[in-house]
């Protein structure tokens, strides 16, 4: 066990003297299970999973006992919740190391120092001072936020003194002038600043494919937009270009009890994908999570996939439910038989033994942790590592989704592997635990990051028009549990 306090020159017993404890309660949704199911497809699980490079199991291992140790110091919080938590910045899982690092403001509660004196071993910690705490960096991103979405800057010298209110401020329009937009936010992930994207404002679901400014052009507002939003936040910002972000809009040929991974045919047509069953405590009935803005907000029929390129006839799921939530996402999906499985679809979308994985539970997520993603149009992909947690975004369909992370693929994309493809939406971002034999619910898909040249060899896609990205943004499956009143059904 090793404890490192970087830039802290005194001793650990000095230390821990000098730290102050603190006490945190929180109420986590509870997981129980619910209907009765189809017999799962176990016996196919490690076959879905054998392509994968047998090392990422001990590092699946790893990374289950770095979170447990994470969850011990707060307390079981949620991504964005742990801002309750004073001081608190961040903190970065390092599975393959087996490291933590933790940015910490000011004095770390006495209690956070006895479990990082008391670290299993092999598994070291360093804990780094930060210029912000967790807390501040939510309140400075507040005030780039009115009328629940994130503001417009408008074009023009930026004063060089004066309050915040110097600077004029829109919410985002229809408007299609060049003032800058607001793509993103999130907390740097060393607790330094703000991190923001922005692109040109070109409408609702607008934006340019290409950068339209030269790249001088382009450092010339990246300053002009930092003067402001520093100015605007009271805090440091860190500005980058960052276009609006698109919707990512047998595995194919479901049946009740329904699986989560299985794809979907939305009430407009199009392809999507299941997230997790879930039991409502609202309603008390069983639903199949899907995303909102796949629902369109409109309602309707979801059946699987329709034929061709199915060839299996397609069946009718259910029908949209009253029970959604715009900004994270999320519809349930009343199936008519009222059945809703605990399993996960694995593997490649062309795999006619229809492998699924049992799901266990769900975990909170931290940056450095590794995921697979789960689409129906392109099926799961591993090596996928969570690179911000805590970030805010605009969707294309201009409703601002607070809480989302983003998870990349450390693979090379254009030849071996990707973070998602459209179609994906919906789809179950999951863990394991080194075993392959369970599935932990650690979000779900909900739009784009880093669309690339052309989809690798490796990568089948069900739909092979539809384009494919390096990493996906999706929403933490805790925010959906807490916010719907939702509770995840396990075995």
Same mark, same amino acid.
């Given at each position: 066990m090793s404890f490192?306090?970087?830039?802290?020159?005194?001793?650990?017993?000095?230390?821990?003297?000098?730290?102050?404890?603190?006490?945190?309660?929180?109420?986590?949704?509870? +997981? #129980?299970s619910h209907a009765a199911e189809k017999q799962p497809g176990t016996a196919a699980s490690l076959k879905a999973w054998a392509f994968f490079d047998p090392s990422q199991a001990e590092i699946q291992r790893k990374q289950k006992v770095l979170d447990g140790i994470v969850d011990q110091v707060t307390e079981g919080r949620s991504e964005g919740d742990r801002a309750q938590i004073p001081g608190f910045s961040n903190v970065v899982v390092d599975p393959a190391g087996n490291k933590l690092r933790f940015y910490w403001k000011?004095?770390?509660?006495?209690?956070? #120092?006895?479990?990082? *004196?008391?670290?299993?071993?092999?598994?070291?910690?360093?804990?780094?001072?930060?210029?912000?705490?967790?807390?501040?960096? *939510?309140?400075?991103?507040?005030?780039?936020?009115?009328?629940?979405?994130p503001v417009t800057i408008p074009t023009g010298p930026t004063a060089s003194t004066g309050p915040a209110s110097s600077v004029s401020l829109m919410a985002s329009t229809n408007a299609t002038t060049a003032a800058s937009r607001i793509t993103s936010m999130a907390p740097a992930l060393d607790g330094s600043g703000l991190e923001i994207g922005y692109d040109e404002d070109r409408g609702i679901g607008q934006r340019d494919e290409t950068d339209p400014l030269t790249r001088s052009a382009r450092s010339e507002k990246n300053s002009e937009v930092k003067s402001k939003t520093d100015l605007l936040t009271g805090v440091e910002t860190h500005v980058n270009y960052q276009p609006l972000s698109k919707d990512l809009s047998t595995r194919y040929a479901d049946q009740t009890p329904w699986f989560g991974g299985s794809s979907l045919t939305t009430p407009s047509g199009e392809i999507c994908s299941s997230g997790f069953a879930v039991h409502s405590n609202y309603s008390n009935r069983d639903l199949l999570m899907a995303a909102y803005h796949c629902d369109g907000g409109a309602g309707g029929d979801w059946y699987t996939l329709s034929s061709p390129p199915s060839p299996i006839a397609r069946r009718h799921i259910g029908t949209s439910s009253n029970e959604v939530h715009p900004e994270y996402d999320v519809v349930g999906i009343?199936?008519?038989?009222?059945?809703?499985?605990?399993?996960? &679809? /694995?593997? #490649?979308?062309?795999?006619?033994?229809?492998?699924?994985?049992?799901?266990?539970g769900w975990s909170a997520n931290n940056t450095g942790d590794l995921v697979c993603t789960d689409g129906a149009n392109?099926?799961? *992909?591993? +090596? /996928?590592?969570?690179?911000?947690?805590?970030?805010?975004?605009?969707?294309? +369909?201009?409703? &601002?989704?607070?809480?989302?992370?983003?998870?990349?693929?450390?693979?090379?994309? +254009?030849? #071996?592997?990707?973070?998602?493809?459209?179609?994906?939406?919906?789809?179950?971002?999951?863990?394991?635990?080194?075993t392959y034999t369970h599935a932990y619910a650690r979000g779900t898909i909900t739009a784009n990051y880093a669309l690339m040249d052309h989809c690798p060899p490796f990568v089948r896609l069900w739909n092979s028009y539809k384009p494919c990205y390096g990493g996906t943004y999706f929403v933490p499956i805790s925010q959906s549990l807490l916010h719907m009143n939702w509770t995840l059904k396990t075995q």
């Open positions: 490192n306090s970087r830039g802290w020159k005194i001793s650990s017993a000095a230390l821990v003297a000098l730290l102050a404890g603190a006490a945190f309660t929180i109420a986590s949704p509870a +997981n #129980t000011g004095q770390v509660p006495g209690n956070v #120092t006895k479990i990082l *004196h008391s670290l299993p071993s092999g598994v070291t910690a360093e804990v780094i001072p930060a210029k912000y705490s967790m807390a501040e960096l *939510h309140a400075a991103r507040d005030k780039l936020v009115k009328n629940e979405m009343a199936p008519d038989s009222g059945m809703t499985g605990r399993e996960v &679809y /694995v593997g #490649t979308v062309d795999d006619s033994s229809g492998p699924s994985l049992p799901v266990a392109s099926g799961a *992909h591993c +090596n /996928v590592q969570i690179k911000y947690t805590d970030i805010s975004i605009t969707g294309p +369909n201009y409703i &601002y989704r607070p809480d989302v992370d983003l998870a990349v693929q450390l693979s090379d994309w +254009n030849s #071996t592997d990707i973070g998602a493809a459209d179609g994906d939406s919906g789809g179950p971002v999951i863990s394991m635990d080194g």
